[in-house]
């Protein structure tokens, strides 16, 4: 069987810790050179996937290739072909980013010049250039980041596993380690990429695989996953709470489907499919029986929606993931 | 397999094989590196070690007996090495615990390093620290008074089997830090270090303990090393009855050989084992 055109295959991947399953029949083919986005809860298999596809654990039943070799028969020349880039950035914070990258570069078998010679080629890359002899305790969030990818790509390697690259990281970091991204895709690497911030996914990913309890659910782009759940909601605000129950019955007459409300918010929400004309409906509707609105708006499912209706439960908010 | 669309370094990357001795190397420049850069912890370290030798030699120096009437100080050195060798323990488990919790060991995993390379790295690096902590002991000893009357051979050989105890502690160290997590690790270790420590017949003779610890105290590893380089640095001590008393150079050697046969393999399974 040819696994040519796919950088990552996994079949039937399953892993058990202790008496949970962590993978319970994982499928997943990432064609070389996308970006693939794997979404799911905490617990999902996000992380285990990555690590067995990664060499760090080794799988009980299935087969995995990433870049043309079996990770359980020839890690080490998966690893060759690899770059990892984990939660938490895997650096000496002793030593200086330049040191740092000459190590990995060594640890790769470069040899000595070599090694010092892609690591102020990666410095130069990565925007660490002034800041290469200093040591990494001293660099931000945004800087070790962008250093660890840097690490990553000493090889300049096939495939690149990015495993929640920017927990923990302001707006600014984050932007900058996705336009490191972007670039190494440009150059023809292929990235899995595991988050749980569904805009990130939207960001960077070509294909998205929703996983929910060790196994991918739904697979699709972005596009189609949001179209999947049927097209636009209308939400409606009402000025008064007093108001929300008329409003529920006047939304529910002209969309023909049973709203769902949100008391705090004093919001009535309903999905309407593709009808051009139903906020128009729902605004006259609810003017003729005199209810005023505060605010209302038409508006596409957001990855959080697919997320919400394939799972059953949100992802966390970035809100929750700073806190 | 095609990779004609990854990216081109100006760099040749056509890597050489992954090899036990070159990531060694690799490795034990990094830890070499790292002191250079951060010596804090380790300057700490020494200096704890001299402080430790100049409570003893003038603090309670002036209210303890050395049998025989010998010198306290040339009585007290030979323990005081050896004490040194485990005072350094937490430092190798405190590294590997680290590189552990911080995701290093996963990176090293994911790259085609030797897996006894990162473990044996720490071994070595930390034996060259040994090593330097020895040296700065030795001098302390003889800027207070210690001699070594053995001859050159025999001071050699005293010397070697305080580093071979230390080595021996160090994959005690490893394994620890393998197995524990975080402070945990810290904790047990210096835990375990006073009571090896002053369980021995570094300080105090066993025959003055209880006839039980007595026993423990004149079987701990510690007491083979520090009667035998005594005796092999010509300096006084306790003697003894039992026998681990009279045969204290063969249990110098045998102890801490014993220590590595049952560390080393233990904290290799234990390191291959993190793959699950």
């Not at chain 1, 290739?65 to 990892?84: K, M, T, W």
């Not at chain 1, 609810?286 to 799972?311: E, S």
């Not at chain 2, 402080?51 to 603090?59: C, G, K, P, S």
């Amino acid at each position: 069987m040819t696994t040519r055109g796919d950088a990552i295959v996994a079949e039937g991947l399953r892993k058990r810790y202790r008496d949970r399953p962590a993978l319970d029949g994982f499928d997943l083919r990432v064609p070389q050179g996308t970006v693939c986005g794997l979404l799911g809860p905490n617990g999902a298999g996000k992380t285990t996937s990555v690590r067995i596809l990664s060499t760090l654990l080794r799988l009980d039943e299935g087969r995995a290739e990433v870049a043309g070799f079996d990770v359980s028969r020839q890690p080490d020349q998966v690893r060759y072909r690899i770059g990892l880039v984990g939660q938490h950035p895997a650096l000496d914070e002793a030593l200086s980013g330049r040191q740092n990258l000459v190590l990995f570069g060594r640890l790769f078998h470069l040899g000595r010049r070599r090694a010092r010679q892609r690591a102020v080629e990666l410095l130069e890359r990565f925007g660490l250039a002034d800041a290469a002899e200093q040591p990494v305790s001293t660099y931000s969030g945004g800087m070790r980041r962008r250093l660890d990818l840097a690490a990553g790509m000493i090889l300049a390697p096939a495939v690149l596993f990015l495993d929640e690259p920017t927990t923990g990281l302001d707006p600014r970091g984050r932007n900058e380690v996705w336009e490191s991204v972007r670039e190494l895709v440009r150059a023809g690497t292929t990235v899995l990429l595991t988050t749980q911030h569904l805009d990130e996914a939207d960001q960077l990913a070509d294909r998205i695989s929703v996983v929910e309890a060790g196994r991918v659910i739904a697979e699709g782009t972005p596009d189609d996953l949001k179209t999947q759940l049927g097209g636009d909601r209308i939400e409606v605000v009402v000025a008064a709470p007093a108001d929300l129950a008329a409003a529920v019955a006047q939304v529910r007459r002209v969309a023909d489907r049973e709203p769902t409300v949100d008391v705090d918010r004093r919001m009535v929400s309903v999905r309407v499919g593709h009808q051009a004309g139903a906020l128009v409906d729902v605004l006259r509707a609810l003017d003729a029986v005199n209810v005023p609105v505060a605010d209302v708006a038409l508006r596409r499912p957001t990855l959080d929606d697919v997320f919400l209706h394939l799972t059953g439960h949100p992802t966390r908010t970035a809100e929750e993931v700073a806190a | 397999m095609s990779a004609a669309s990854v990216p081109t370094p100006v760099v040749d990357l056509t890597p050489g094989r992954p090899a036990l001795l070159a990531d060694s190397s690799t490795l034990i420049w990094r830890g070499l590196a790292r002191w250079r850069r951060d010596p804090g912890p380790l300057v700490a370290s020494l200096g704890f070690n001299i402080l430790i030798v100049l409570m003893f030699a003038y603090l309670f120096g002036g209210a303890l007996q050395v049998p025989g009437g010998g010198s306290y100080r040339e009585f007290l050195m030979p323990g005081m090495f050896v004490m040194t060798m485990v005072f350094g323990i937490s430092l190798t488990t405190i590294a590997v615990a680290e590189d552990l919790e911080r995701g290093m060991t996963d990176r090293l995993r994911s790259m085609p390093v030797s897996p006894l390379a990162p473990l044996v790295a720490r071994a070595v690096a930390d034996l060259l620290f040994a090593v330097v902590t020895l040296a700065v002991l030795l001098v302390t000893g003889l800027a207070i008074g210690w001699r070594a009357h053995g001859g050159g051979g025999a001071t050699l050989a005293a010397v070697g089997l305080i580093l071979l105890l230390r080595f021996a502690l160090i994959w005690v160290g490893i394994f620890l830090g393998l197995v524990t997590r975080g402070q945990t690790a810290v904790v047990a270790v210096q835990t375990l270090e006073f009571p090896l420590g002053f369980l021995s017949n570094a300080f105090v003779a066993p025959s003055t303990m209880p006839a039980w610890l007595g026993a423990v105290a004149a079987w701990n590893p510690l007491s083979a090393t520090v009667g035998a380089t005594r005796e092999l640095f010509g300096n006084p001590g306790w003697g003894g009855d039992s026998w681990a008393a009279q045969h204290y150079p063969w249990l110098a050697v045998l102890w801490p050989v014993v220590l590595v046969a049952i560390f080393l393999p233990l904290s290799v399974a234990r390191y291959r084992r993190l793959a699950g």
